[in-house]
Every structure is written in structure tokens, then in C-alpha cells.
């Protein structure tokens, strides 16, 4: 991949490039940044910089050949792991090998998706999946071959977070000390869930989410469509050229998941002393606990976000407010003072309890109605303000 295909982060770009150019390469390296940010596609154009030996800020001019291999994704001593799990095509002990296939479609299609993209394309989007010991074993293997080119190997982890503890105890000695020329590029959203004794290993760099104004070029650019309708998506996407690229495909799980939110606040406005109500909210918790854990926890955040978009225009921070209802009969506007001083915590750390549960194999049902109960007492709650 290109330096100049992936959008923004020019001052990520001069560093990293700057560093190899000076021969400083360090060993293990940990790239950290929400969604849509552009990890994924820096890690690919960083990696091609250092294993065909590009020079001043680019990926031509060094070894062609190398090059074109890099751009389908299909070099030798670039590796790659990633959370998978069991499906029709790998009943057990599934690893990042059998789903190449599909992960360089993903890298084709869509480098800035995110890991629900991929389970979608794995047809597992009601698992979840891990980075595994047995992954570990797997790296460990490739990286101890020589380099088939004799130079550098590259090994990208994706969603590193997604390591369980045994994979990453298993890989704290490799990462610590690598083979000669073997480089670790780390991929995570949030490094929080990532083990110390990992992270402490790598020299992190953060990704700040996308400029608006980088963006909106890109829309226009790759899906030819007018400024003004790209400035508006640009602006709603909040950084995240993912989501940008989902909603003008109108192909954004966000769609679903405003139609389940507005009918999940309105029950429980109605739920105090309504048995109907009460009635409807269950009937929603089963409606939602029959999707997949990930599009749960998607879900869930999905309501945090919008509590938190509610609470910023209460208190009138509407430079911050990015957030547009596509429901026509709901607006923010009206639900935001419902969100306040006396509620918004709560509110987030039920919602954040709840993601917890379900990612620990809770059992969703009585935890999605369980925080229903919950949200229903929360909204009727008065501001201290008032």
C-alpha cells in the first residue's frame, strides 16, 4: 500500500518513514487508535516501506518486484494474525492461516473495517473471536524460518487486543527479543486489554481519529460525490472513514441499531406502572439477545455513544454534536434533556456492565432485560440542575 493512500496522519507518516530512512527500526512496535483511523493500512505501507526498501517517504523506487507483491497482500515475509474462530469451514483449533483467503479480501475491499466487517465476511458474525495459543505456535513457527528474501520479516497482529492470556504469555519472550530482522507491528483499539508486560515491550504510537477535511477529500475522490453531501458525512462519521464508507452505502449497522435504541427508550419511558410496557421491553431484550454476541456489544456502544451525543447538546456543546437521528419522528433535540448530571453515569456504567457480561458469555437475555428495568428507572430520574 501506498503512503499516499492512507488518509491523513501525515505527522505518522514522516515518523515512521523518517525513522527507517536513519535505520532506526524498532523491534516491537504497538499502533493504537480508534476505528477508522488508519492503523491497518499505515501497518501495510509502513511494513512494504521496510521489506523493499523504499526510500524518501514512498513505496516506489526500491525493489519493484517486491512491491507488487506487498500490493496484493501476498508477500512471503509479511505474516499475519488476527482473532478468528470456529466455523463451517474450520471446525476446531482455527488459526489465521485457514482464513487468508477472506483477510486479503478484507485488506482489498475494505482496510479501514472494522472486526465485526470481518466476522461478516468469515460468516461467524454471531461468534466471537480470539487470538488464540495455538496462533502463538503458529508465529512462533513462521518466525523462526529464514526470511525467503533475505531481508526483513513482518509480523502484523490485528486487533491485538483480542489476545487471550495464554497466546500472549507464549509470545512475551519472542516479542521481547525477536530473530535478527524481525519486526512485531501491533494493531489495537484499545491497549487498555492489551498485558503490561506486552505493552511495556513496544514503542506505542497513537492514532488521533480522522480530520474531517480528510475525509470528505477521500469521499469525493473514491466515491465521487459532491462536496457538500461529503462534508455533511464526513462530519457525522466523527473520524471514522469506516463509517463514513458504511453510511454512504446506507450499509451501516448503525441504521439497525437507531430503529432498536428509539424503541427501547420509548418503552421504558412508558415501562413506570405500564405492564404493557414492561411487556414490550422483554419482548425487545429477546429480540436482541438472538443476534450474535459482537453485534450485541456494538450495539450496547452504539448506545453509549448516543447518551453521550444527548448529554453534550443538554449542555449545549453543539460544535461536539456530530450525531443525525435517521428516524424522522425522533429527534435528539427533544430526547436530550432526559440525559443529565443526576443520570449519565449511571446510565454509562450499566451500559458498560452489560457489554462486560455479554462478552463474558452472560446470558444476554437476562441481562439486556435486567439493564431495561434499570434504564427505566435512570430516565425518570430529575437533574439536580432543575
Known amino acids: 500500500m501506498l503512503f499516499s493512500e492512507v488518509l491523513g496522519q501525515e505527522h505518522i507518516k514522516n515518523h515512521l518513514t523518517t ?60 505474516h499475519f494474525a488476527f482473532p478468528v474462530t470456529t ?34 465476511l468469515l460468516g461467524v458474525d454471531n461468534k466471537q473471536g480470539l487470538i488464540s495459543v495455538e496462533e502463538a505456535a503458529e508465529i512462533m513457527k513462521s518466525l523462526t524460518l529464514k526470511s525467503y528474501e533475505g531481508g526483513y520479516k513482518v509480523m502484523i497482529i490485528w486487533m491485538a487486543e483480542k489476545m487471550n492470556s495464554a497466546c500472549a504469555n507464549k509470545l512475551l519472550k519472542l516479542i521481547e527479543e525477536p530473530p535478527k530482522n524481525t519486526i512485531f507491528i501491533l494493531i489495537a483499539e484499545d491497549e487498555e486489554q492489551i498485558i503490561n508486560t506486552i505493552r511495556s515491550r513496544c514503542q506505542v504510537l497513537h492514532f488521533p481519529p480522522l480530520a474531517e477535511e480528510a475525509i470528505t477529500r477521500a469521499l469525493v475522490k473514491n466515491f465521487h ?44 419511558f412508558k415501562a413506570k406502572g405500564n405492564k404493557a410496557a414492561i411487556h414490550d421491553l422483554i419482548s425487545w431484550s429477546e429480540e436482541i439477545a438472538k443476534t450474535g454476541r459482537e453485534t450485541q456489544k456494538n450495539f450496547l456502544n452504539f448506545c ?83
Not at 488508519?38 to 517517504?57: D, V
Not at 463451517?88 to 486479503?104: A, G, H, I, L
Open 225 to 268: 460525490i459532491e462536496e457538500a453531501v461529503a462534508t455533511k458525512i464526513a462530519h457525522q462519521s466523527n473520524g471514522n472513514y469506516n463509517k463514513a464508507a458504511d453510511l454512504i452505502y446506507h450499509d451501516s449497522e448503525d441504521i439497525q441499531f437507531e430503529k432498536w435504541f428509539v424503541f427501547w427508550i420509548r418503552s421504558a
Open 19 to 78: 525513522s527507517v530512512d536513519a535505520g532506526r527500526i524498532a523491534h516491537a512496535q504497538l499502533f493504537v487508535g480508534p476505528e477508522g483511523s488508519g492503523t491497518l493500512p499505515m501497518a501495510l505501507a509502513y511494513a512494504q516501506y521496510i521489506l523493499c526498501g523504499n526510500s524518501n517517504g514512498e513505496n516506489t523506487g526500491g525493489n519493484e518486484s517486491c512491491n507488487l507483491k506487498c500490493k496484493n497482500n501476498s508477500h512471503p515475509d509479511m
Open 304 to 386: 453509549l455513544n448516543y447518551f453521550r451525543q444527548a448529554l453534550l447538546l443538554n449542555y449545549k456543546a453543539d460544535e461536539l454534536v456530530y450525531l443525525e437521528p435517521k428516524s424522522d419522528d425522533f429527534k435528539l433535540e427533544k430526547f436530550a434533556p432526559f440525559v443529565h448530571d443526576s443520570n449519565i453515569m449511571e446510565i454509562s456504567e450499566e451500559l458498560q456492565d452489560a457489554i462486560y457480561h455479554i462478552e463474558r458469555n452472560g446470558n444476554s437475555k437476562i441481562v439486556l432485560t435486567d439493564l431495561s428495568i434499570k434504564l427505566t428507572r435512570l430516565l425518570h430520574k430529575k437533574s439536580q440542575a432543575s
Open 87 to 120: 466455523s463451517d469451514k474450520v471446525k476446531s483449533k482455527p488459526v489465521s492461516k485457514y482464513y487468508m483467503e477472506e483477510w486479503r479480501q478484507l485488506l482489498e475491499q475494505q482496510p479501514y473495517g472494522n472486526l465485526f466487517d470481518f466476522y461478516k
